[in-house]
């Protein structure tokens, strides 16, 4: 079920980019680990089996190096939100005679008020537990989020007409909220020329 939750929020993106997100998680300050894989799923052992499309996801704002680790990539950050982003993990694919491709964005944090990635889920306030959903500065109305618990329990929840959602914080541990928007517009990836592109955008919080 929740595999069919993540796979619906993501409809239209073919092949091995069907159903996968890249998604931050930091504890504290500590270190940054970055994934490609489902979180509505258990991560198996050893990492997605897509994870290998993960090589060089860029840190907004950071130049630590990356070590690669089994299922994630570790890194470095100054204390705080941390904020990645990656348009070269899947390349384009032929969708009905067209090329499309996909662009990440992850989030680790929910302490920053501020949208910094082009797509974004920010916090109305400091570590609060309503969100909207930002693209190019502008809220997103009608946007459709998937938001996985701590037990990976899945729900999708539709923002409101200022893009803002509320989400449930009932049980500690870690949340993580999706959500995607299509481009029907040419643009030139690493990958190559698409004719529309995928932009998926993550966030994850700790709730204590």
């Known amino acids: ?7 619906a929020l993501m409809l239209g993106v073919a092949g091995s980019a069907q159903a996968h997100e890249v998604w931050v998680e930091r504890d504290g300050n500590g270190a940054v680990r970055i994934y ?16 290998k499309n993960l090589k060089a996801p860029k ?17 470095s950050a100054p204390a ?30 929910r302490s920053d008020t501020s ?21 190019d500065g502008k809220p997103v109305a009608g946007a459709k989020v998937v938001v996985v618990t701590p037990d990976k329990w899945s729900k999708t929840i539709t923002t409101d007409a200022g893009g803002g959602l509320e989400i449930p914080v009932n049980e500690k541990g870690r949340y993580i909220l999706a ?23 993550t966030i994850t919080f700790v709730a204590g």
């Open 1 to 7: 079920m929740k595999r069919l939750i993540l796979a």
């Open 36 to 51: 490609l894989g489902e979180p509505g799923d258990v991560l198996p052992e050893g990492g997605d089996p897509e994870f």
């Open 80 to 109: 705080g939100d941390v904020r990645v982003w990656d348009d070269n993990v899947f390349a384009p694919w032929d969708s009905e005679g067209k090329k499309e491709g996909v662009v990440y964005y992850a989030r680790a944090g």
């Open 179 to 201: 959500a995607t928007v299509k481009d029907d517009a040419k643009a030139t990836l690493p990958g190559g020329a698409v004719d529309a592109v995928h932009r998926i955008t």
């Open 115 to 135: 949208a910094k990635l082009p797509f974004e889920i920010v916090p109305a306030s400091a570590n609060a537990n309503r969100f909207t959903v930002i693209r």
């Open 59 to 75: 840190l907004l704002g950071g130049t630590a190096a990356q070590v690669r680790k089994a299922g994630y990539i570790e890194t």
